[in-house]
């Protein structure tokens, strides 16, 4: 079934949006913990009981952003998405590029942690650059939803805030 152009979104594609924020949220808050726990690993030290369980979250709040990525992508394939707003075909392009390279990062970036834990430490020089283009991409996205919803007054924003009736 191919994907349908529809007015806004689903309550579950909106809740799959803000839970997976916020998650990432966390994670660039609380990241610095796994690094405290590698260092500690590798020279021998102890870890802050605080570190320990951050490192142990931020772990498993990584795997839970990998799959909660893939259920929200399969309802995107599946329920589609909306048209977009914008009539300037540069910033159009701009968005939808914008929208991709956010999921590309929740996908490689729980991946490169995995690795770096499975495979090779040295992956996670990789891994943690994600965090500033992550802050970044949220700086940009967060700009253009405050941008259509106070400038363009052309409901963007209110597509992620409010269920599309079916």
């Known amino acids: 079934m191919a994907p349908s152009i529809k007015p806004g979104y689903a309550s579950t594609q909106i809740g799959l949006h803000w839970l997976i924020a916020a998650l990432v949220v966390f994670q660039l808050v609380f990241g610095e913990s796994i690094v405290a726990?590698?260092?500690?690993?590798?020279?021998?030290?102890?870890?802050?009981a605080a570190d320990a369980v951050l490192a142990s979250a931020h772990y498993w709040v990584g795997i839970s952003i990998l799959m909660l990525v893939a259920v929200r992508l399969a309802m995107r394939l599946r329920l589609g998405a909306p048209a977009l707003l914008e009539p300037n075909p540069i910033l159009a392009l701009l968005a939808k590029l914008t929208?991709?390279?956010?999921?590309?990062?929740?996908v490689i970036v729980p991946v490169t942690g995995l690795l770096t834990v499975y495979v090779n430490p040295e992956i996670?020089?990789?891994?943690?650059?994600?965090?500033?283009?992550?802050?970044?991409?949220?700086?940009?996205?967060?700009?253009?939803?405050?941008?259509?919803?106070?400038?363009?007054?052309?409901?963007?924003?209110?597509?992620?805030?409010?269920?599309?009736?079916?």
């Open 99 to 106: 929208h991709w390279a956010f999921y590309a990062l929740l």
């Open 37 to 48: 726990a590698t260092e500690a690993a590798e020279e021998g030290g102890t870890l802050s």
């Open 124 to 166: 996670g020089e990789i891994h943690q650059l994600a965090k500033p283009v992550f802050i970044a991409l949220i700086g940009l996205h967060a700009a253009a939803a405050l941008f259509h919803q106070f400038v363009l007054r052309d409901g963007t924003l209110m597509r992620m805030l409010v269920p599309t009736k079916r």
